[in-house]
């Protein structure tokens, strides 16, 4: 072969594995949300910004059917509550590889590209206890096992996302760190088949989490600025939080002798609303601070010139129906508000400097429900907690951007998400006469009062998935008895 063509060649191979490199970046898409933009918007969002790779949490039908044809890489989730299932029965892990893996899996540039299957949903989260530690790795084993009789072993990993706390040092130097002594046994049984079906280890990295829980880390120093104080270590500097967790995980995963595995980000991104420092101007520092870091390829001083093998950014929207035992902030984790629309501008490095908005939403009527001034409001405070409870106040939470609007906009503001939540029903702007609808926006400065989705798509979505999930875990009870 020719110098020249050979050099050609070398360098073809060069380009294409810096560009695999800089587009493994992905995101995360839950669907938790009482109205969630239609699934084929989505995929036209995740499209219109470039997107290579998407993470589910679950293998919702509508959502994989219009996956269907598209180029992005994905992983599908099983939840927590059918491990106990998938642990105890081959027939209930092989029934669920058929209907939501071989069904949908690309075939010769049709289907979906299912790349992971993400067993749990972080099954070993601290306040969950123990309650799934017995069931992980039976469950990851019987589904690797289906994937193996469905010809698909190679093509679909097993993976089950761990997370943010599941390793700590308690000194807060990355070379003291390790994993919870509750974990090590199951954590050893789990590298090992990792590194068994060369899977890589999918861990949630939270920078934010890390600073709402620690005190002694500072907002500077979780964002990526060079004014944030370095810390120094026996391993060397570190300038920011990332590193700082990052490395503390090798650590973890060198003291049980899996040194060398291969890490996914499952899990990283900086809240909006809902708390203090969830802002959209910190997190689009510490996204484009992020996103600096990882195209940067430099490392950690552990794993110098070694970046993570893909990065999900947490998340793609907000979701209103997100658990908030956590803190406020959970349901609001989006690049994008609920309704598709990007908070900040970020680079992501993959051909775009700013977020494409969703296109042609169908929203409801700008109607608003609001506090009746006319009518004797004193007891209005115990209608808004009630509301409260059934919808998302999230934004009225201490630090939150509607935390400053003074009574009786807050009671509005319960009002108004209770009204929209409930499709705005008349019914649902009661509250004992104390409700009124307006036509005109209540909003007040940042405090955004929302106007929701059209629902018929969401309560389709919604049965269909529960339906499904119901007759499996019936099929799966019916096996295992």
Request: charged share 15%.
């Amino acid at each position: 072969m020719p110098p020249n063509r050979c050099l050609v060649i070398i360098l073809c191979f060069t380009l294409y594995g810096l560009y695999y490199e800089a587009t493994a970046l992905g995101v995360n898409w839950g669907t938790m949300a009482s109205h969630p933009l239609p699934p084929t918007k989505v995929v036209e969002l995740l499209e219109l910004n470039n997107f290579t790779k998407v993470k589910l949490f679950d293998a919702d039908p509508l959502v994989l059917e219009a996956l269907t044809g598209s180029k992005l890489g994905v992983t599908i989730g099983i939840p927590n509550t059918m491990l106990k299932s998938f642990n105890s029965s081959k027939k209930a892990a092989q029934s669920w590889v058929h209907d939501n893996v071989t069904r949908y899996v690309s075939n010769g540039g049709s289907g979906v590209r299912i790349e992971y299957v993400a067993v749990g949903d972080e099954p070993f989260l601290q306040r969950y206890g123990e309650q799934f530690h017995p069931f992980v790795i039976g469950a990851a084993t019987n589904i690797q096992t289906a994937l193996l009789k469905a010809n698909l072993e190679s093509k679909v990993k097993v993976v089950v996302p761990c997370s943010f706390d599941s390793f700590l040092s308690e000194s807060g130097h990355p070379s003291k760190g390790h994993f919870r002594t509750d974990l090590n046994k199951t954590m050893i049984e789990l590298l090992t088949f990792l590194t068994k079906h060369n899977s890589p280890f999918f861990v949630t990295i939270s920078p934010f989490l890390s600073l709402y829980q620690n005190k002694n880390i500072s907002l500077d120093f979780s964002l990526f600025k060079d004014t944030a104080k370095s810390r120094n270590d026996s391993h060397g500097t570190y300038g920011n939080s990332f590193d700082l967790s990052y490395d503390t995980l090798v650590t973890a995963l060198s003291r049980l002798g899996f040194s060398r595995i291969g890490i996914v980000i499952a899990q990283i991104g900086w809240p909006t609303d809902g708390s203090a420092n969830a802002t959209s101007t910190n997190a689009e520092t510490f996204t484009k601070g992020l996103m600096e870091h990882l195209h940067s390829k430099s490392g950690t001083p552990l794993r110098p010139k070694d970046p993570p093998i893909e990065t999900y950014i947490l998340s793609l929207l907000d979701e209103d129906q997100r658990s908030i035992a956590a803190g406020s902030f959970e349901r609001h984790w989006g690049l994008f508000t609920f309704d598709g629309q990007a908070k900040y501008r970020v680079d992501f490095g993959q051909g775009s400097k700013t977020l494409v908005n969703a296109q042609n939403v169908e929203y409801l009527p700008s109607k608003w429900c609001v506090v009746n001034n006319n009518k004797d409001v004193s007891n209005a405070s115990a209608s808004a907690l009630d509301a409260c409870s059934a919808a998302d106040c999230t934004a009225l939470s201490p630090g939150g951007s509607c935390s400053n609007i003074s009574w009786p906009e807050n009671i509005s503001y319960a009002f108004n998400s209770y009204y929209q939540q409930h499709d705005q029903s008349v019914d649902s702007c009661d509250f004992s006469g104390l409700g009124l609808i307006t036509t005109v926006d209540p909003s007040v400065d940042k405090c955004r009062f929302p106007v929701e989705l059209r629902t018929s798509y969401s309560h389709c979505l919604h049965k269909a998935f529960l339906l499904r999930t119901m007759t499996l875990l019936v099929a799966a009870a019916i096996l295992v008895s």
